[in-house]
């Protein structure tokens, strides 16, 4: 290994110690984690936009209550995954 010195002036400069790493990289297990809590998370957005749509489309008031309660167990889902 070749070392350079480095002058200020006339006298050499003085060395640096170790310099420690300021970021830490981030832990796999935790990032493949997230990004489930992610795509389920988007995937019950996309159900319960869904199923807001089809509740929207029709008259009949059992299937308007069904989708109801559809939405209301959708969005318990979601919330239970965002608290992970």
């Not at 992610?38 to 209550?65: D, H, K, P, Y």
Request: proline share 5%.
């Amino acid at each position: 290994m070749r070392v350079f010195s480095v002058t200020v002036g006339r006298r050499p400069a003085p060395r640096l110690g170790r310099v420690t790493p300021t970021h830490k990289m981030p832990d796999e297990a935790a990032a493949r984690r997230q990004a489930t809590i992610v795509e389920i998370n988007n995937a019950l957005c996309v159900a319960r936009c869904s199923a807001q749509l089809a509740g929207m489309e029709t008259r009949e008031f059992v299937v308007r209550e069904l989708m109801l309660t559809v939405l209301q167990q959708i969005d318990r889902a979601a919330a239970g995954v965002r608290r992970l």
